[in-house]
């Protein structure tokens, strides 16, 4: 029987992911994920792609904001946007209202990246409109690239592993939702998904980067390119190479390790 065997919020785009037994379930994602961002003095995101040292940084929300961890930097707890500070960010093609976090925390990644950057929050007064064709009118998203959630499958990874001279761990993809019991790359098939009692649209693949290549521990790209050269042979499509797929919310509630899977709708 399919059911959902791990359950990844990253607090904080690009940063580390944090394992959940449980998570709530919004309309533009999981509580918690990507609710945080880095921008440059232009307003434009930050990502690992550009400073792989992010990966390495390990956030936990906290009841009233976040606790930042990385190597070589002293811990530190911030408060959610305590000034209230609102500033107008791009992620993409997307300008946001994004509101401001604490200087301390601009000047923590700052010294961290040895550049000058922002952090920034989204809370419920914060709109980023799904833009996406597959998306419907009103639907949001957090600071994710483009949807709410990403899905893959543990057969999909186990499948590139048997391909692979050297293992990649499940965390080189990012997902939010890991499912355990279908068969390879199954969740393709899907329009449609239930799990636990939360209905998901099976919006369109995810369409895969360099960010794959950083090995999450060391920062470090891999020297040949994998595992991205060796899905470039069997996972090339129309739109780019895609590992896992993207989902859109249709109903709230809470999901939990261990939930049923239910594909309700496939494709023909």
């Known amino acids: 029987m399919a059911a959902l065997a791990d359950i990844f919020i990253h607090p904080v785009k690009s940063c580390a992911p944090l394992g959940v037994e449980q998570a ?30 992010l990966l390495r940084v390990h956030p936990v929300p906290t009841d009233r904001g976040l606790r930042l961890e990385a190597p070589g930097m002293p811990a530190l707890t911030l408060e959610a946007a305590p000034a209230g500070e609102t500033l107008s ?33 989204m809370d419920a007064s914060v709109v980023r409109r799904n833009g996406s ?34 293992p990649v761990p499940m965390g080189r993809f990012r997902p939010n939702l890991v499912v355990d019991g279908v068969d390879v790359h199954a969740e393709d098939s899907w329009t449609q998904v239930t799990i636990g009692d939360v209905v998901f649209d099976v919006a369109k693949p995810c369409v895969r ?23 470039t042979t069997y996972r090339r499509g129309e739109k780019g190479v895609s590992f896992g797929q993207l989902l859109i919310p249709r109903s709230g509630g ?4 261990g939930d049923s899977v239910i594909p309700s709708q496939t494709k023909a």
């Open 209 to 231: 980067c360099v960010l794959v290549t950083i090995d999450a521990f060391t920062g470090d790209k891999d020297a040949g390119g994998e595992p991205l050269r060796t899905l």
């Open 133 to 166: 064709s597959h998306a419907q009118a009103g639907d949001e998203v957090s600071f994710a690239d483009s949807m709410p959630l990403l899905l893959v499958s543990q057969a999909s990874l186990d499948a590139l592993n048997r391909r692979l001279d050297r």
């Open 254 to 257: 809470r999901l939990r390790v």
């Open 89 to 121: 960010v791009r992620v993409w093609k997307d300008e946001v209202d994004a509101l401001a976090a604490d200087a301390a925390a601009d000047d923590w990644f700052s010294t961290y990246l040895g550049r000058p950057v922002r952090l920034v929050h």
């Open 24 to 53: 709530n379930v919004h309309s533009r994602g999981l509580e918690h994920d990507r609710r945080w961002m880095l921008v440059d003095v232009d307003g434009k995101f930050v990502t690992a792609r550009q400073q792989p040292r």
